[in-house]
T-cell receptor, first 113, second 114 residues
Framework: GESVGLHLPTLSVQEGDNSIINCAYS??????FIWYKQESGKGPQFIID?????DKRQGQRVTVLLNKTVKHLSLQIAATQPGDSAVYFC????????????FGGGTRLMVKP | EPEVTQTPSHQVTQMGQEVILRCVPI?????FYWYRQILGQKVEFLVS????????KSEIFDDQFSVERPDGSNFTLKIRSTKLEDSAMYFC????????????FGDGTRLSIL
């Protein structure tokens, strides 16, 4: 799930299982959404994005779902691998605000071998 | 694959001193950003920059902060008189154009104020 503040929710999964990470966003005017992966000591790394006129987008092993009615995003990772262990952030983009990204609080994914 | 590079990776500075954080965005990108991440917290927007001027800035980006693109490749963030609460990771990001495209981030500079 998603959280604001110092307490980072953690999702622990077994290697090979599917992972689902959720995110609630706040701005109805946001028109573009991005999932980032952040490994320790690194910057946010782009995973997948979705525009507001879509409700699903698939990449390699990852799928993003967008539900604008309830302002909810999810990231699905298929066949999770140890290398997927990281903190995952959703970010919303408001084109009317200089394309600044507003990040969620992040979810830590831990993959057990 | 082209990437955003940031230097230094770690900067330790005395409170009250000026600090300049440096970034080299991806070469054909036109939109540039600074974000910060206080330890254990989420990434926060500071400022966006396009066509040699600030497009948007957050409340965090007060008069102590400034940005500059001194040449065709560098993008800098200056903090004039650092405070203890400026200690954080600072990330630079860039984007090719205004459309719906992801911002690409550097690996950040860890700023420690003593």
């Amino acid at each position: 799930g998603e959280s604001v503040g110092l307490h980072l929710p953690t999702l622990s999964v077994q290697e090979g299982d599917n992972s689902i990470i959720n995110c609630a966003y706040s701005n109805s005017a946001s028109d573009y959404f991005i999932w980032y992966k952040q490994e320790s000591g690194k910057g946010p790394q782009f995973i997948i994005d979705i525009r507001s006129n879509m409700d699903k987008r698939q990449g390699q092993r990852v799928t993003v779902l967008l539900n604008k009615t309830v302002k909810h995003l999810s990231l699905q990772i298929a066949a999770t691998q140890p290398g997927d262990s990281a903190v995952y952030f959703c970010a919303e983009n408001d084109i009317n605000a200089g394309n600044m990204l507003t990040f969620g609080g992040g979810t830590r994914l831990m993959v057990k071998p | 694959e082209p990437e955003v590079t940031q230097t230094p990776s770690h900067q330790v500075t005395q409170m009250g001193q000026e600090v300049i954080l440096r970034c080299v965005p991806i070469s054909n990108h036109l939109y540039f950003y600074w974000y910060r991440q206080i330890l254990g917290q989420k990434v926060e927007f500071l400022v966006s920059f396009y066509n040699n001027e600030i497009s948007e800035k957050s409340e965090i980006f007060d008069d102590q902060f400034s940005v500059e693109r001194p040449d065709g490749s560098n993008f800098t963030l200056k903090i004039r008189s650092t405070k203890l609460e400026d200690s954080a990771m600072y990330f630079c990001a860039s984007k090719e154009n205004q459309g719906n495209q992801p911002q690409h981030f550097g690996d950040g500079t860890r700023l420690s104020i003593l």
